[in-house]
T-cell receptor, first 109, second 114 residues
Framework: RKEVEQDPGPFNVPEGATVAFNCTYS??????FFWYRQDCRKEPKLLMS???SGNEDGRFTAQLNRASQYISLLIRDSKLSDSATYLC??????????FGTGTSLTVIP | ETGVTQSPTHLIKTRGQQVTLRCSSQ?????VSWYQQALGQGPQFIFQ???????GRGNFPPRFSGLQFPNYSSELNVNALELDDSALYLC?????????????FGPGTRLTVL
């Protein structure tokens, strides 16, 4: 079983739509959680950290459910520039980051 | 830009050869992690260095080795290259070793093994 699992998609949504991604993790001792964004043939870039209380950054909202061991990312009012692969990242054992395979999003005009 | 740099950007090697990839961490960051990202996959953790010592290792064979220097820059060495080693190799730095620190990635080195 993989440490972090994501639906690879692809998700194709029209501009202005709301889209949600989920991610599950296997290790209940996981300590910290992140969403990264990766554009084609580029490095991953931190989108946001995910806190137990949930957090929001503009059009992006991240949620953590420790009981069910899943993390979500909600993107409202999708823009063409949101097209990318979104990587769910979980940290446990103090120093190891585990990435999901990524979810591909294409926002269509 | 994250301030993390990697060299070279691209590299072509043949099976059985050895390769060294280099990474300069962001100023003030003393922890460097290396990842392998195969096409269509998420990055896979290779190992991490903190204050010049290996501080955790993923499921990679011993022919993957590394170093960290006093200025916190780092090298990844791969011996006896195999075709499956073809991937994007990413270096990430963070300010100090503790749980929860975000990692900031360099642009990567794309390695092709023929």
């Amino acid at each position: 079983r993989k440490e972090v699992e994501q639906d690879p998609g692809p998700f194709n949504v029209p501009e202005g739509a709301t889209v949600a991604f989920n991610c599950t993790y296997s290790n209940s001792a996981s300590q910290s959680f992140f969403w990264y964004r990766q554009d084609c043939r580029k490095e991953p870039k931190l989108l946001m950290s995910v806190y137990s209380s949930g957090n929001e950054d503009g059009r992006f909202t991240a949620q953590l459910n420790r009981a069910s061991q899943y993390i979500s990312l909600l993107i409202r009012d999708s823009k063409l520039s949101d097209s990318a692969t979104y990587l769910c990242v979980v940290n446990f054992a103090g120093n190891q980051f585990y990435f999901g395979t990524g979810t591909s999003l294409t926002v269509i005009p | 830009e994250t301030g993390v740099t990697q060299s070279p950007t691209h590299l072509i090697k043949t099976r059985g050869q050895q390769v060294t990839l280099r990474c300069s961490s962001q100023s003030g960051h003393n922890t460097v992690s290396w990842y392998q990202q195969a096409l269509g996959q998420g990055p896979q953790f290779i190992f991490q260095y903190y204050r010049e010592e290996e501080n955790g290792r993923g499921n990679f064979p011993p022919r993957f080795s590394g170093l960290q220097f006093p200025n916190y820059s780092s090298e990844l060495n791969v011996n006896a290259l195999e075709l499956d080693d073809s991937a994007l190799y990413l270096c990430a730095s963070s300010p100090r070793w503790r749980e929860g620190n975000e990692q900031f990635f360099g642009p990567g080195t794309r390695l092709t093994v023929l």
